[in-house]
């Protein structure tokens, strides 16, 4: 049975983390990013924090930067966090609505925007001056985002689990949908299956997406691809 080693309170309400090394990198709503030593997991120690002006609900970490989705005012915020004690702003890109979840492939950023419905895709190549390549929307509600490495971003919408082909990310498209039984807020993805928080009722869903144009149950992939 898994057992607790540890925890670090802190100050503000922990929505997200990202895992770099013995680092911890905590969205944490209104006390904004917390990066946190875990190299002794009994007793990790607050190293450094970055103030947003937002609410920080979710970060990734890439090399020496830290993205943040950070909710109204800020959008996404590219943080350098190469000295984790003196995190230092590098840019950011204010996006029109919540930003909600970013996910990163290569030199750009891809936002969910919350209840714009859409899809921020963002050219971070340059962390000063991060410019949109283009938008998805249509989405209900964009909760969450991952990208996988043949150029597929998954969007969890509330009710559906939406693909949307951003192998050009000038001219996304989007592909197919799944219906999920429950209400999709989060999701990651790994080897073509996507895998999505359905909230209550809809717990955790696998998606199988070898064909992106009609993503289905995973258990009935295997029934039609074995």
């Known amino acids: 049975a898994p057992v607790r080693l540890g925890g670090f309170d802190t100050p503000g309400t922990a929505l997200g983390v990202a895992v770099s090394g013995n680092l911890v990198y905590v969205a944490d709503g209104y006390a904004g990013l917390q990066i946190i030593n875990a190299s002794n997991p009994a007793n990790p120690v607050l190293l450094g924090a970055y103030d947003s002006l937002g609410y920080a609900n979710n970060v990734q970490v890439v090399g020496t930067l830290a993205y943040l989705a950070d909710g109204y005012n800020d959008g996404l915020l590219i943080i350098d966090v190469s000295n984790?004690?003196?995190?230092?702003?590098?840019?950011?890109?204010?996006?029109?609505?919540?930003?909600?979840?970013?996910?990163?492939?290569?030199?750009?950023?891809?936002?969910?925007?919350?209840?714009?419905?859409?899809?921020?895709?963002?050219?971070?190549?340059?962390?000063?001056?991060?410019?949109?390549?283009?938008?998805?929307?249509?989405?209900?509600?964009?909760?969450?985002?991952?990208?996988?490495?043949?150029?597929?971003?998954?969007?969890a919408e509330g009710g559906n689990l939406r693909l949307v082909d951003v192998s050009d990310p000038a001219n996304p498209v989007l592909r197919g949908a799944y219906n999920t039984p429950g209400w999709a807020v989060g999701v990651t993805v790994s080897n073509n299956l996507a895998y999505v928080a359905d909230g209550r009722g809809g717990g955790v869903q696998v998606v199988s997406a070898v064909n992106p144009n009609a993503p289905e149950e995973y258990a009935l992939a295997l029934e039609r691809y074995e």
């Not at 909600?100 to 969910?112: M, T």
């Open 84 to 155: 984790p004690a003196n995190p230092v702003l590098r840019g950011g890109y204010n996006t029109p609505g919540y930003a909600v979840d970013v996910a990163i492939a290569g030199s750009v950023a891809y936002v969910a925007d919350g209840s714009t419905g859409t899809l921020q895709i963002i050219d971070v190549s340059n962390p000063a001056a991060p410019l949109l390549r283009s938008q998805v929307s249509g989405f209900f509600n964009a909760y969450a985002v991952a990208v996988d490495g043949g150029g597929m971003a998954y969007v």
